[in-house]
C-alpha cells in the first residue's frame, strides 16, 4: 500500500487503557474477521481520527469500534473496511453510539461511503439534559471520574507507524459510550425528553459531506470582507499560492502560512524575498524555496487595470436577505419566550432553538403547532418543549407603544 507500515501495524491484540483490549485490522483478513465480529452486534460505538490538523485532506486515518465482541482499530488507510461496516451501521436494527458526530458522518461519506442509521448522539442527549460542558472526557469525569488524555489529540493519525501509546489512546474514546448512553437515556427518560434526543439523532443520518468547490477562498479568510478590491484580488491570489503548496506537500494550509500571514504580506507588499522572510509568522524557510513566486504572483495582480479586479462576492441573492424591522422585531420576542423557557428547563438557549431557527420562524408566522412544524427545521420535540409559548408570541401581535 505504500504507507510505511511496520510489524507494529500488523494485527495484534494490545493492552489499552483501563485494561481495555483491541484489536488492530489492516489487511482483508482481519476485515473478515471484523464482519465475522461484528454480525451479531445489536449496538455499535463508533469514532474517527482523523488528520486535518496536520495533513492537507482531513481524511479518515483510523475507525474506532466498540461492541459486545470488544473494541477494533480499523486503519482505512491500508485496507478498506466498508465491506465490513456497511451492514452493521447501515442496519436499522443496530444502534449506532456516537459523540458529536456530525462531521465523522461526513467523512463516512465522503471517504467510505458509509451513511449509518439508527443513530444515537451522546453530545446531543447531554445538551438536551443542559449539562454546561458537552465534551465526551468531561462527561466521562463527571459521571464515571474518567479522565482521558488528551495528549494525542492533535497528533497526526496519517503517519505511519502508529506508536502503541498513539493506538491505546484511541481506542479510549469508544470504549464509555455504551455506559455514557445508558445513564444519558436514563436521565432523559426521567424527564421526558428521550424522545427528543432520538429525534435529533434521527435527523443526523441524512448528513453527507458537502463542499462547494465554486466558493471563492477569499470568503474564507476573516477581514477579507472589509479590504479594498485590489487588495482583496491580491489575499485571493496568495491564498491559491498557499493551497497550491499546501497540496503539493500534503499539509493543512494553515501550517504552510496562517491566513493573518496572507493579509500581512498583501499590506506590507515586501519588495523581495527577504522581505518576505521579514515578516512575523512568515517562514524564512517557505520564502526562500517559494517567495519569488508570491511576489510574481502578486505583482501580476498589481499590473490588472481597475475594471479587471474581482472583489469580495457580495453573497447568495437567492438566500431570504436582510429581515425587515418587522420581521426583526417578532424575532426578539421569540427570543425573549425562547429565553424564558430555556431557564425554565435548564438547557442553553442555542440548543433548544437558534437565533437563526427564530428568525425562519418569524419570517413565516406560523399561527399554530402544525404550521410551526412544518416551517424547515423545526423539531417535533421543539414544538413539544416551547411551541405554545411561540406561537403566543406570533399570534398576539405586537405590544402597545409607551403611553404618553
Not at 118 to 130: R, S
Not at 178 to 184: E, G, K, R, V, Y
Not at 189 to 194: V, Y
Not at 286 to 296: I, P
Amino acid at each position: 500500500m505504500g504507507y510505511g507500515l511496520s510489524l507494529a501495524l500488523q494485527p495484534r491484540r494490545a493492552e489499552a487503557a483501563c485494561s481495555m483490549t483491541f484489536e488492530l485490522i489492516t489487511d482483508a483478513p482481519g476485515v473478515q474477521r471484523l464482519a465475522d465480529a461484528l454480525a451479531d452486534e445489536t449496538r455499535l460505538a463508533i469514532d474517527l481520527e482523523a488528520a486535518g490538523f496536520h495533513r492537507y485532506s482531513d481524511r479518515v486515518c483510523l475507525i474506532l469500534l466498540t461492541g459486545s465482541s470488544g473494541t477494533f482499530l480499523v486503519d482505512p488507510l491500508a485496507v478498506d473496511p466498508s465491506p465490513a461496516l456497511r451492514g452493521p451501521l447501515e442496519s436499522p436494527d443496530v444502534r449506532v453510539l456516537l459523540h458529536g458526530g456530525d462531521y465523522d458522518l461526513r467523512l463516512l461519506d465522503r471517504d467510505l461511503d458509509l451513511h449509518p442509521v439508527n443513530l444515537f448522539d451522546t453530545q446531543t442527549a447531554a445538551a438536551l439534559l443542559g449539562e454546561p460542558s458537552l465534551g465526551l472526557a468531561s462527561l466521562l469525569e463527571t459521571y464515571f471520574d474518567v479522565r482521558l488524555s488528551k495528549k494525542y489529540q492533535r497528533a497526526d493519525w496519517a503517519q505511519r507507524p502508529l506508536s502503541a501509546e498513539m493506538l491505546e489512546y484511541a481506542a479510549s474514546d469508544t470504549q464509555h459510550l455504551h455506559a455514557l448512553t445508558d445513564l444519558l437515556s436514563d436521565r432523559l427518560t426521567t424527564l421526558g425528553r428521550l424522545s427528543w434526543a432520538e429525534e435529533e439523532s434521527t435527523a443526523m443520518e441524512a448528513i453527507r459531506w458537502s463542499e462547494d468547490g465554486r466558493s471563492d477562498p477569499v470568503t474564507r479568510v476573516k477581514k477579507a470582507r472589509y479590504l479594498d478590491v485590489r487588495d482583496v484580488a491580491l489575499v485571493r491570489e496568495a491564498w491559491l499560492w498557499r493551497d497550491e503548496i499546501a497540496q503539493r506537500r500534503d499539509r493543512a494550509p494553515f501550517r504552510v502560512a496562517a491566513d493573518a500571514v496572507l493579509l500581512e504580506v498583501v499590506q506590507a507588499r515586501p519588495s523581495d524575498v527577504a522581505g518576505l522572510a521579514a515578516l512575523s509568522g512568515f517562514s524564512p524557510q517557505l520564502a526562500e524555496r517559494s517567495g519569488k513566486a508570491l511576489l510574481g504572483r502578486l505583482e501580476r495582480v498589481d499590473q490588472l487595470e481597475d475594471g479587471e479586479l474581482v472583489g469580495f462576492p457580495k453573497g447568495d441573492r437567492s438566500g431570504p436577505g436582510r429581515p425587515s424591522p418587522e420581521v426583526e422585531e417578532v424575532a426578539e420576542r421569540l427570543k425573549v419566550a425562547r429565553n424564558m423557557k430555556s431557564d425554565e428547563l435548564g438547557i442553553a438557549r442555542g440548543s433548544l432553538a437558534s437565533n437563526t431557527l427564530l428568525l425562519d420562524i418569524a419570517r413565516s408566522g406560523p399561527k399554530n403547532a402544525a404550521e410551526l412544524v412544518a416551517v424547515p427545521s423545526v423539531r417535533n420535540w421543539q414544538v413539544e418543549a416551547l411551541g405554545d409559548a411561540l406561537i403566543n408570541v406570533l399570534t398576539a401581535g405586537p405590544p402597545p407603544p409607551p403611553s404618553g
